[in-house]
C-alpha cells in the first residue's frame, strides 16, 4: 500500500511542479521589462540631451521612472495593480480615445496603438508574449527600483 501512496504523491508532484503559470511569475524589471522599453519605445518617449526643450512624444517619458509614473498628456498611463484600466497597457492592444473625447467633449481621434507606427504604416504590436509580460508587471504592482 506504501507503494501506491509513494507512487501517487510522485505523480502529484510531478503534475504540479510545472504548472506555475506565467502570471505566478514575478516580473523583474531591470530583466524583463526595461529592455523592451528599450527596445520599442525609448526612441520616442525619452528627453533629448540635445534638445532639452523638446517633450517626449505624447509628453510621456519611459525613461525615468517619475516622469513615467506621473504619466504624459492623457494624464498616467501606468496604475500599479491595473493594467487592464493603465493607458500604456491598453495602448499595446489597440488604440484608445482620449480623455475629453471619451467624455464626448471634443472629437479628436483616438491616441494610436503604440508602438507608434510610422506615418503611413500600419501597427504592427509587440511580441504577444512581451504585451503579457509587461501586463503581469504592472498587475504586480509596476515596480520600478529606482536603480
Ligand atoms: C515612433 C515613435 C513612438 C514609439 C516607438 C512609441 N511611441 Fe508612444 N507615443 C508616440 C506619440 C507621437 C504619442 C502621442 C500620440 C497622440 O497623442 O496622438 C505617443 C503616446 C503614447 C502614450 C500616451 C501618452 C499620453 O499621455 O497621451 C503612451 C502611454 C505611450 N505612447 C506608450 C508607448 C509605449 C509603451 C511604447 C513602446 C511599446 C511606445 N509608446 C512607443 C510615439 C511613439
Redesign the pocket.
Known sequence: MKTVATVVSVAVLALSAPVVRAADKKVDFAKDIRP??KK??M???SLDPKKPKKHA????R?DDRAAAMK?????Q?IIPGDATDS??YR??NGPVPRPAQAAGLDDEKD??P???A?RGRKWKP?PAKEIATIKDWIDQGAIWPAK
Open positions: 523592451i522599453f520599442s519605445c526612441k520616442c518617449h512624444a505624447g509628453k510621456f519611459l504619466g504624459g498628456r492623457s494624464g498611463a493607458l500604456l495602448l499595446l491616441i494610436p503604440m508602438p507608434k510610422k509587440l
